[in-house]
């Protein structure tokens, strides 16, 4: 008995404790963030944008949401998933770290054209009841309930163009909107008859940025938090394609045909 309680306690001892990944500064990059509660904040969202003019290049970008508890994100992340910020981390390091254990909200992927403006948009519709109508006359009215549809969810607008043979300009717009559940009720009075209404409260968190990213890197957004005491990381990793090369350029010319005799 006393051996196997040496031996589990050896094992604890020699248990390899994983190291929060690399995350580095990124100086040409600058975030700015504003949060709260706010029942209109769905109508300020990210919009699809045109380049401003006719380019050969397009941009695959690939976003990783995450939401996790607090510990969670600092134990892969560092003291620094708390931060609001802006950091690069390698991309060879997404595998090797603890990312793949957290919980991914969702992974949209987004193809924009040089100096295109593309958004993904994640919402869920909310229906709640912002009022009544009266219908009909005298003692035959009747109170009709006004529905209408509050937006929670997630809208990124995201925007890429060339730096040099290594680096994209990235411009973000990130939302985050969170309707406060149950939603909120008011009693007021409708003819003289008390009616119920609600009233919803979204908490709305904005995060924009713009800077300069390495492609071989991951763009790592941290500091957003939701009500619950979980956070929010955002990876968003961009590869640039040529579109002006023409297909089967790179392939090899076919043999001649042997000669008849």
């Given amino acids: 008995m006393l051996a196997v309680v040496a031996l589990l306690a050896c094992g604890c001892a020699t248990q390899k404790v994983s190291e929060p990944v690399t995350l580095e500064v990124l100086p040409d ?19 699809y944008a045109q380049p401003e003019e006719k380019s050969d290049t397009a941009y695959m970008l690939e ?7 607090s510990e969670q994100a600092e134990t892969v992340f560092g003291a620094r998933a708390h931060t609001i910020g802006a950091w690069s981390m390698d991309a060879s390091e997404l595998a090797d770290s603890g990312v793949a254990g957290l919980n991914l909200i969702s992974a949209p992927r987004l193809s924009v054209m040089e100096g295109q403006s593309g958004t993904i948009t994640i919402l869920n519709q909310v229906a709640y009841i912002s009022g009544f109508e009266l219908s009909g006359k005298d003692d035959t ?28 300009n990235l411009s973000l717009d990130l939302a ?44 790592v957004l ?30 090899q010319p076919e043999p001649p045909e042997p000669e008849k005799k």
């Fill in 141 to 168: 009215r009747i109170a009709d309930p006004v529905i209408d549809v509050m937006q929670e969810g997630i809208v990124l607008g995201l925007r890429a163009q060339s730096v040099d043979a290594d680096r994209m």
């Fill in 222 to 251: 941290t500091g957003m938090a939701d009500r619950d005491n979980g956070v929010y990381v955002v990876l968003i990793t961009g590869k640039r394609f040529d579109l002006s090369e023409e297909p089967g350029s790179d392939s």
């Fill in 63 to 69: 976003v990783r949401i995450l939401r996790c508890e």
């Fill in 29 to 47: 990059f600058s975030v700015s963030y504003s949060g709260g509660l706010n029942a209109n904040a769905t109508t300020d969202m990210p919009e």
């Fill in 176 to 219: 985050l909107v969170d309707l406060v559940k149950p939603i909120q009720t008011q009693q007021i009075s409708l003819g003289g008859a008390p009616v119920t209404i609600q009233t919803p409260v979204v908490y709305t968190q904005r995060m924009k940025g713009q800077g300069k990213v390495a492609e071989s890197n991951v763009l």
